[in-house]
């Protein structure tokens, strides 16, 4: 039978050895088999990328990570997907696995903060170059490939500052110039956008967001189709790349439920936002919520659905009120990370220059003096507290 993701993601495999409806946690380093024949046949049927059950040693994963692994599979449509440690993890792996010396990688400048400082500090120390694009001028990527360019690296929509990118363009230009692709899907996850039906040889998420839901776990996936699978997994065998089982199992029971978070994420962003779109002190509203919302066609042209993750640019003399704002609300945390279950704000610096680690070196932002961007992450609450909570917050802004 034919089953819809929404279906797939209730049905994990069951724990039959203890009747329970959940998979079990196998926390493994030592696999054992019944003989040395056995042992030789499982690595056999490994190595030609049989399906397996297990693998023959912790390293390269339990049942547990196996189980995630097929689920993250069938929502992305991959040919493989690598599971890590954290998201950030996802990304090493894939720019580790495909550059080398002398290669060049074009990444979109508004890609998430860290993301950033890995194409540009860490990969220049093996003279791996990254140049940053636009990410409003299709142009100024396709002006930005060179000879040596290996991989472009998007980001879509782009961290706080939601630019929304016209993906099939992109990866059709990486094909005809035979560049590597990569996607960071983690706003829009798999069940509103699968990145490799765009034609992206690489869809990465941070399993530490929507995919757990809960703020107490973290992971990454990296979904690859077979041109990349061979060259990646060499390198996630020899670094020791992993997810534990315990981190697995937290992000399968939350992948259960991804589909029905998603929704309610993304109607209760709606209502907030027809709140937060009559504030005078609001300028803008970073986030496709309507036809004339800036990028929305971009977002219509692609995906199925929104989230709950948007910025609000604030018009105001006085950064301090706007921090009062912030620290005033009592149902949204300040902390990083979002995706979990709980409403988050957070200032982002974006005006602010160097001295900025988190969004350092932004070219091709405009930015507006007065203007601050504070990113939200709306989360299950009800949302009429959410917006007793912001209304009374926002009294707070001069
Ligand atoms: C868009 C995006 N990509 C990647 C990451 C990295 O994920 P992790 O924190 O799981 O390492 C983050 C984390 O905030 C993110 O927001």
């Not at 973290?218 to 315990?246: C, E, H, P, W």
Request: hydrophobic share 35%; net charge positive; aromatic share 12%.
């Amino acid at each position: 039978m034919k089953k819809s993701i929404s279906t797939i993601l209730k049905h994990p495999t069951k724990d039959n050895a203890n009747r329970s409806a959940n998979p079990p946690v196998t926390r493994a380093s030592t696999i054992l088999f019944n003989s040395m024949q056995e042992m030789h046949q499982h690595e056999l049927k490994i190595r030609k990328h049989k399906k397996v059950s297990h693998y023959t040693y912790g390293r390269y994963g339990s049942t547990t990570t196996i189980e995630l692994e097929n689920i993250l599979k069938e929502l992305e449509q991959a040919y493989h997907v690598f599971l890590t440690g954290t998201g950030f993890g996802g990304i090493a792996l894939a720019l580790m696995s495909l550059c080398r010396p002398g290669d060049e990688i074009l990444v979109s400048d508004n890609v998430y903060g860290p993301t950033k400082e890995i194409s540009q500090d860490l990969m220049k120390q093996f003279n791996v170059t990254a140049k940053f694009y636009n990410p409003e001028s299709f142009y100024d990527l396709k002006q930005k490939i060179s000879k040596k360019t290996k991989m472009i690296l998007v980001e879509n929509p782009g961290s706080n500052t939601f630019e929304f990118q016209d993906l099939r363009k992109i990866t059709q230009l990486a094909k005809r110039k035979k560049i590597y692709s990569l996607l960071d899907n983690t706003w829009g996850t798999p069940l509103y956008l699968k990145p490799l039906k765009v034609g992206f040889d690489m869809s990465f998420c941070s399993a530490t967001k929507y995919f757990s839901g809960h703020s107490d776990a973290m992971g990454g996936s990296l979904a690859v189709n077979k041109k990349v699978f061979k060259k990646i997994m060499f390198f996630y065998k020899l670094s020791g790349y992993r997810m534990s089982a315990d981190e697995a199992y937290l992000i399968i029971r939350g992948l259960r439920t991804l589909d029905t978070r998603l929704k309610q994420h993304s109607d209760n962003t709606r209502i907030i936002i027809n709140f937060l779109k009559k504030q005078k002190k609001i300028k803008e509203i970073l986030y496709p919520h309507n036809a004339s919302s800036k990028n929305y066609k971009l977002w219509k042209k692609y995906y199925s659905g929104a989230t709950g993750l948007l910025s609000i640019v604030i018009k105001s003399k006085k950064r301090s009120s706007v921090i009062a704002f912030i620290n005033s609300l009592e149902l949204f945390g300040i902390g990083y990370s979002w995706g979990g279950f709980e409403s988050l704000a957070i200032l982002q610096e974006i005006k602010s220059t160097k001295k900025d680690e988190y969004l350092k070196g932004r070219q091709f932002y405009r930015f507006k003096k007065d203007e601050f961007i504070v990113r939200l992450h709306i989360g299950l609450e009800d949302p009429k507290d959410l917006i007793q909570d912001l209304k009374k917050g926002l009294r707070k802004i001069k």
